[in-house]
């Protein structure tokens, strides 16, 4: 008996080494080699799509990965059930799950910079909406169209003036540090006309202008918000109640101040020229 101890050991061991190096094989062919798929699936659209994707450097699993006891129960159910539908995780779920593995510090900071930002801060950790809502994923294409953004906000259409071919994210950038996601300079890239050395250059151009619903400012705006002692100011409560003129009337948007060079065929219009600096006393 003990002259078959060392073979049988040596057997054992052999089978041990043999199955060991087997189940890795097998581990690597399921889990990184992306042949595997295609034991199952149809490929060759979605192979198309992901070689011209961001994520063609990653192999399938990566992304569409699967458990060992997700993999057994999908092997058991073919086994037993081959022509019948086989519900699976990892094509639309377990991706998703995935995403913030890579993708943490993006969607912390912002997608777009490395910069501190609000846009996935707010809508990710804050509000916990996860990244298919917004995301569309359709055949590894990951855009945002607006009508993802309006399914939440759905008062928050685009206003007129021009802009009613854009979508959301030409005015709201994810990598701002501002909360609306919107900074003045954003704004100027296409309103060029308007100078940024203007005496409000100082604020947001949204805490007077509301895209999403008034556009245009009145006088009542003005004087509502920042503006309520104008009117007992110098000879303003004289021009607002017995001419019945609106800030509008005299005062320029973005150009507000009223000199000598702006009163000339402004003030000229209703009596003579008079200094403007008569005007506040």
């Known amino acids: ?5 060392v073979p049988i050991m040596f057997l054992v061991i052999l089978i041990t080494v043999i199955g060991v190096v087997s189940g ?19 490929m060759q659209e979605a192979v198309k799509s992901w070689q011209r994707s961001g994520h063609k450097q990653f192999e399938c699993q990566k992304c569409h990965r699967m458990n060992i006891l997700e993999q057994n129960k999908l092997l058991v159910a073919f ?36 910069k501190n930002s609000y846009g996935h801060a707010r809508h990710v950790f804050m509000q916990g909406i996860s990244c298919e809502k917004c995301h569309n994923g359709k055949l590894h294409e990951f855009n945002v169209a607006m009508s993802a953004c309006l399914s939440c906000h759905k008062d928050k259409i685009v206003h007129g003036m021009g802009m009613k071919k854009l979508e959301c994210l030409n005015c709201h950038s994810y990598s701002e540090s501002s909360p609306k996601m919107v900074t003045p300079k954003r704004c100027l890239h296409c309103h060029k006309d308007v100078p940024e050395d203007s005496p409000m250059s100082g604020l947001s151009c949204f805490d007077c202008h509301k895209p999403h619903g008034k556009l245009k400012m009145e006088s009542k705006d003005c004087l509502g918000t920042c503006h309520g002692n104008e009117s007992r100011v110098g000879q303003h409560g004289l021009h607002m109640t017995r001419a019945g003129m609106k800030c509008l009337d005299c005062h320029r948007p973005h150009n507000w101040m009223i000199g000598k060079k702006q009163a000339k065929g402004l003030c000229d219009r209703c009596h003579e020229l008079r200094s403007p600096a008569r005007f506040i006393y």
């Open 79 to 114: 086994v037993l059930n081959p022509k019948g539908k086989i519900k699976e995780k990892h094509g639309k779920v377990n991706t998703w799950l995935a995403c913030k593995e890579c993708h943490r510090y993006d969607v912390a900071q912002g997608s777009i910079t490395r």
């Open 24 to 42: 890795y094989k097998y581990y690597r062919y399921t889990q990184e080699d992306p042949n595997f798929c295609s034991s199952c699936h149809l």
């Open 1 to 5: 008996m003990s002259s078959y101890r």
